[in-house]
């Protein structure tokens, strides 16, 4: 079992900043890929960003490419998601996922099998 513990989230104005940080524990040896997905008031829950656990290729969703970085430490068992330019368009509740096997489709949040809480960010304008 992994479990995941996300932080950061807060309320900012357009145009601020926030880093996000998951904490996974447990059997993190078993991870293979963790994302970063949100789903704002009245939405779907969406992919935000992918990283692969032992590094490698990044992806992004097309609404946060350039504003959004993801990255991991695998020292501290922490991915974190770098939020710049935030827009009030980007205020949802952020989850951390992780995967244990490989498989594509990285976007689909079926794909994950451990989630974290959530935590809110909200961007006024």
């Known amino acids: 079992q992994v479990q995941l513990v996300e932080s950061g989230g807060g309320l900012v104005q357009a145009g601020d900043s926030l880093r996000l940080s998951c904490v996974a524990s447990?059997?993190?040896?078993?991870?293979?890929?963790v994302a970063w997905f949100r789903q704002g008031p009245g939405k779907e829950r969406e992919f935000v960003a992918h990283?692969?656990?032992?590094?490698?290729?990044?992806y992004y969703a097309n609404s946060v490419k350039g504003r959004f970085t993801i990255s991991r430490d695998n020292a501290k068992n922490t991915v974190y998601l770098q939020m710049d330019s935030l827009k009030p368009e980007d205020t949802a509740v952020y989850y951390c996922?992780?995967?244990?096997?490989?498989?594509?489709?990285?976007?689909?949040?079926?794909?994950?099998?451990?989630w974290g809480q959530g935590t809110q960010v909200t961007v006024s304008s």
């Open positions: 996922a992780a995967r244990d096997q490989s498989g594509g489709s990285y976007y689909l949040s079926l794909k994950y099998n451990y």
């Open positions: 447990g059997r993190t040896v078993s991870i293979y890929s």
């Open positions: 990283v692969r656990w032992s590094g490698g290729n990044t």
